[in-house]
């Protein structure tokens, strides 16, 4: 089970809202797929501060900076994220940012390249520094090898992001979703 949350805590780029305003209409079929609730730490699955250290934010280079996707590091220059997330994009023009709170990172990281997959929803970035040497109590994630499995489905697991939420607050937020379904490609939660 720590195999397949982390996977989760690793793959999916997007983030939790702990309120959800009584104005906002959510269709019934969205209800099932929003994320709500979400919390500082995951619920599944215990990571060390360094473990949620590994969890950051995928950033532009412009004037403001904004972070847009959330990526794992899993290693001193490598880090993990969803590949619609950098498509599109140049290296030179993104960054990788380490802390709870985009505007107070602990530190922001040159991305020196990006790797898409050539099939699926998925990019390798490379760092142009060693995340480690600038905060070295990050520890990184190991990325789950192991394949997708019917008995995934029903599982509770976290979700890890950054991104939009439904509350005013921000930075990095936990899920506990459910597997509903998996293709070779992705789960749905």
Same mark, same amino acid.
């Given at each position: 089970?720590?195999?397949?949350?982390?996977?989760?805590?690793?793959?999916?780029?997007?983030?939790?809202?702990?309120?959800?305003?009584?104005?906002?209409?959510?269709?019934?079929?969205?209800?099932?797929?929003?994320?709500?609730?979400?919390?500082?730490?995951?619920?599944?699955?215990?990571?060390?501060?360094?473990?949620?250290?590994?969890?950051?934010? +995928?950033?532009?280079? #412009? &004037?403001?900076?904004?972070?847009?996707?959330?990526?794992? /590091?899993?290693?001193? @220059?490598? *880090?993990?994220?969803?590949?619609?997330?950098?498509?599109?994009?140049?290296?030179?023009?993104?960054?990788?940012?380490?802390?709870?709170?985009?505007?107070?990172?602990?530190?922001?990281?040159?991305?020196?390249?990006?790797?898409?997959?050539?099939?699926?929803?998925?990019?390798?970035? +490379?760092?142009?520094? #060693? &995340?480690?040497?600038?905060?070295?109590?990050?520890?990184? /994630?190991?990325?789950? @090898?192991? *394949?997708?499995?019917?008995?995934?489905?029903?599982?509770?697991?976290?979700?890890?992001?950054?991104?939009?939420?439904?509350?005013?607050?921000?930075?990095?937020?936990?899920?506990?979703?459910?597997?509903?379904?998996?293709?070779?490609?992705?789960?749905?939660?």
């Amino acid at each position: 089970m720590r195999g397949l949350s982390i996977v989760l805590v690793v793959l999916l780029g997007f983030a939790c809202s702990s309120e959800v305003p009584a104005s906002l209409e959510i269709s019934p079929s969205a209800i099932s797929k929003s994320i709500v609730n979400g919390t500082r730490s995951p619920q599944t699955l215990e990571l060390t501060d360094g473990e949620k250290l590994a969890i950051g934010f +995928i950033a532009d280079a #412009d &004037a403001d900076g904004d972070n847009y996707c959330t990526g794992t /590091l899993i290693s001193p @220059r490598l *880090l993990v994220t969803a590949g619609h997330c950098v498509e599109n994009r140049f290296a030179s023009q993104t960054f990788f940012g380490i802390g709870e709170q985009p505007l107070e990172p602990l530190a922001v990281l040159p991305v020196s390249e990006i790797r898409l997959h050539p099939t699926i929803d998925f990019a390798v970035l +490379i760092l142009g520094l #060693d &995340a480690q040497q600038i905060v070295p109590e990050v520890e990184f /994630l190991s990325l789950n @090898r192991d *394949l997708t499995k019917d008995s995934w489905v029903g599982e509770w697991v976290d979700a890890a992001g950054f991104g939009d939420t439904y509350s005013s607050e921000t930075g990095l937020f936990f899920a506990k979703v459910e597997i509903i379904e998996y293709a070779a490609e992705a789960l749905t939660v």
